[in-house]
């Protein structure tokens, strides 16, 4: 069995496991997986529909919990380290830019939710940034990834032990486990007996990064969204009814994205681009009272062309069935499953996935590969669902913000960050909690009922399934997102 996982093991500490792992897809997940298979003593080939690694976009929010194995990773350590926006500061507004809470630094706001600013949940960062670390670190390595291989079908072959990837053109690739981490599109869906096609959420993101220059063509702009105490990044929250927008101004660049109902020229595209003329008639067409912030629309109107993606949010309903029926393809990140922005937890919960999973195939072994996954997916499913849920709950909060109680206490202003998810370490509890879940499974205990190892959800929570429509239904009634028992705190 494996050894404990609690100190720095860089790559080399472990013997080769003799298990061929095949990964598809180059996102968060897929990148996180090919590196930790690879140090777990896995031998790893990538797949990637396209010709080159997707490195675009703007910011995204990245959790304690995924950055934990970065100590076995020096060099990520580094790089991260370096890149991490360390003397941010927050600031947050009305949609219509009544400034509700004055700029602070993210520590004294974490302080003031009682979280420890040493120990913050997570950061901002720049998603071309954080990508290009990881792919640095896949070449380095010398790890294969293939281009241009669309899978179109994926197999497996239980007599042989064996899972198959099906491209485009006909050709076949095989090894001893697949992770299909290629989206919410995968095709791996038929397979693992889910709901095959997703589904729109009925909401997406407008989503803008460009050169900081760019704010110089307005003097307002750019004496608005200026950094501050001399130069240091600023993220700043705009709340409105049924939206909400953030913006992050850093030297080198100005970013800006705002959560919108779906117009019908979204896709699930990073080249899905629009004018500024179709989102500045959007925002005056959204709901409530007052329009936004004249400011805000000036931002918006001096975004150079070409920058500006209108990208849809999918949805597919949490399924416990993310493997294949001899469990040889197994889905992680989005692919299994995906997240509404709110949540701040899809990049965490994707990297979350590739740790826990190469975790469990080292303990397992080459001979417990369909036992070692079948466990990665009681470890995974509850805390994922209740993720997702958290983003509803969250989407609510921002979207249909209290500014009464707000002023009475600015905590309510804030997405919920529970101790539950950024507390996490998906290494050591794959380690700490295997062998029980393994006894669990074999004597037939559902995940939902299991007793013998520490959730790593919300204290008290009791799994029931449940679906988008119902929330969303709720949610047009005026009626709170019911989380469900527990300690979601």
């Given at each position: 069995m494996g050894l404990p996982a609690s100190p720095p093991m860089t790559l080399g500490?472990?013997?080769?496991?003799?298990?061929?792992?095949?990964?598809?897809?180059?996102?968060?997940?897929?990148?996180?997986?090919?590196?930790?298979?690879?140090?777990?003593?896995?031998?790893?080939?990538?797949l990637e529909r396209n010709s080159t690694i997707n490195t675009a976009g703007d910011m995204y929010f990245m959790g304690l919990s995924a950055t934990r194995f970065f100590k076995h990773w020096p060099d990520l350590?580094?790089?991260?380290?370096?890149?991490?926006?360390?003397?941010?500061?927050?600031?947050?507004?009305?949609?219509?830019?009544?400034?509700?809470?004055?700029?602070l630094k993210v520590s004294?706001?974490?302080?003031?939710?009682?979280?420890?600013?040493?120990?913050?949940?997570?950061?901002?960062?720049m998603r071309p940034l954080v990508y290009k670390m990881f792919v640095r670190q896949v070449e380095?390595?010398?790890?294969?990834?293939?281009?241009?291989?669309?899978i179109v079908d994926y197999q497996e072959?239980?007599?042989?032990?064996?899972?198959?990837?099906?491209?485009?053109?006909?050709?076949?690739?095989?090894?001893?486990?697949?992770?299909?981490a290629d989206g919410v599109g995968s095709k791996s869906q038929s397979i693992v007996g889910g709901q095959v096609k997703a589904k729109p959420s009925g909401r997406a993101m407008w989503r803008a990064a460009f050169p900081i220059e760019?704010?110089?063509?307005?003097?307002?702009?750019?004496?608005?969204?200026?950094?501050?105490?001399?130069?240091?990044?600023?993220?700043?929250?705009?709340?409105?009814?049924?939206?909400?927008?953030?913006?992050?101004?850093?030297?080198?660049?100005?970013?800006?994205?705002?959560?919108?109902?779906?117009?019908?020229?979204?896709?699930e595209s990073w080249n899905n681009t629009i004018d500024n003329d179709e989102v500045l008639e959007g925002m005056d067409k959204m709901p409530g009272s007052t329009k936004w912030?004249?400011?805000?629309?000036?931002?918006?109107?001096?975004?150079?062309?070409?920058?500006?993606?209108?990208?849809?949010?999918?949805?597919?309903?949490?399924?416990?069935?993310?493997?294949?029926?001899g469990a040889r393809v197994i889905q992680i990140g989005d692919a299994a499953h995906s997240f509404l922005p709110a949540s701040g937890n899809g990049a965490t919960q994707a990297i979350e996935d590739a740790v826990s999973l190469a975790s469990c195939l080292q303990i397992g072994g080459k001979s417990n590969i369909p036992q070692s996954v079948r466990t990665h997916i009681r470890f995974r499913f509850i805390r994922t669902s209740c993720a997702q849920k958290l983003g509803f709950s969250n989407a609510e909060?921002?979207?249909?913000?209290?500014?009464?109680?707000?002023?009475?206490?600015?905590?309510?202003?804030?997405?919920?960050?529970?101790?539950?998810?950024?507390?996490?370490?998906?290494?050591?509890?794959?380690?700490?909690?295997?062998?029980?879940?393994?006894?669990?499974?074999?004597?037939?205990v559902d995940m939902a009922d299991e007793d013998r190892i520490p959730p790593n959800y919300p204290p008290g929570h009791k799994y029931e399934p449940w679906n988008i429509e119902t929330i969303m239904e709720d949610m047009r009634q005026g009626k709170s997102v019911d989380l469900g028992p527990g300690d979601w705190s």
């Open positions: 500490s472990y013997p080769a496991s003799g298990i061929d792992v095949l990964v598809v897809g180059t996102g968060l997940a897929g990148l996180a997986a090919a590196l930790e298979c690879t140090r777990k003593g896995h031998s790893v080939r990538v350590a580094a790089e991260y380290n370096k890149i991490s926006l360390h003397d941010a500061w927050i600031e947050t507004f009305k949609h219509d830019g009544e400034q509700m809470i004055a700029p004294d706001r974490l302080r003031a939710q009682g979280l420890d600013p040493n120990t913050p949940p997570g950061t901002f960062q380095k390595l010398g790890i294969s990834i293939e281009y241009h291989c669309r072959d239980e007599s042989k032990g064996k899972a198959i990837a099906v491209t485009s053109d006909g050709k076949n690739y095989e090894a001893d486990v697949i992770i299909a760019h704010v110089d063509k307005n003097p307002k702009v750019r004496e608005f969204f200026t950094m501050v105490n001399g130069g240091d990044p600023i993220v700043r929250t705009w709340l409105g009814p049924s939206s909400y927008a953030l913006t992050l101004t850093r030297s080198d660049t100005m970013i800006w994205i705002m959560n919108h109902d779906a117009s019908g020229s979204e896709a912030a004249p400011i805000f629309k000036d931002l918006v109107a001096l975004t150079p062309p070409n920058t500006i993606v209108n990208f849809e949010l999918l949805w597919r309903n949490p399924q416990p069935s993310w493997c294949s029926p909060l921002l979207q249909e913000t209290d500014w009464e109680k707000v002023k009475l206490d600015p905590r309510r202003a804030a997405p919920k960050l529970p101790k539950w998810i950024f507390n996490h370490d998906p290494e050591e509890y794959a380690y700490e909690n295997y062998d029980k879940s393994v006894d669990s499974m074999n004597r037939g």
